[in-house]
C-alpha cells in the first residue's frame, strides 16, 4: 500500500511543478480510512486539477485529470492491486503492433503442433 501511496505523491509533485501557483482548491472531500481500510477522497482546483481516489485492502482505484503545459488535456485512470499498477489513458504510449511474420509464425505452430515423442 506504501508504494501506491508514494506513486500518487509523486504525481501530485510532478503536476504541481507547472500549476499556478495562485490556484485555490475549490472543492475537496476526505473519508478518512474506516476499521476496514477503506478509504476514499477527491478534490478539484481552480486551474482545472481533478483527482480522485478510492481505495481498501485489496487494491486502490482512481482518477487524474489536468491541462498540460502544451494545452493539453490529460486524463488518466488507474487501479493498483497485488497484480500491480494499471494506467489507462490516451497519452500513455502504446505498444506497437504484433509483426505480421510472428503472428503468421504463431497461427503456424497452433496448427501444426509439435510430434510427441513416445516415452518409454
Not at 19 to 45: L, P, V, W
Not at 75 to 104: F, I, M, N, Q, W
Amino acid at each position: 500500500m506504501f508504494k501506491y501511496l508514494l506513486y500518487i505523491a509523486l504525481v501530485s509533485f510532478v503536476c504541481a511543478d507547472n500549476i499556478n501557483k495562485d490556484a485555490q482548491i475549490r472543492s475537496f472531500q476526505n473519508e478518512a480510512s474506516d476499521a476496514e481500510g477503506n478509504y476514499q477522497f477527491a478534490y478539484e482546483t481552480s486551474n482545472g486539477i481533478q483527482y480522485q481516489e478510492a481505495g481498501n485492502p485489496a487494491g486502490v482505484r482512481g482518477a487524474l485529470s489536468y491541462v498540460s503545459p502544451e494545452g493539453e488535456q490529460i486524463s488518466l485512470s488507474y487501479t493498483a492491486d497485488e497484480e500491480g499498477y494499471h494506467p489507462v489513458g490516451d497519452h500513455l504510449p502504446k505498444p506497437p503492433p504484433v509483426p505480421a511474420y510472428v503472428l503468421r509464425a504463431l497461427e503456424y505452430i497452433r496448427t501444426h503442433p509439435p510430434a510427441q515423442k513416445d516415452q518409454q
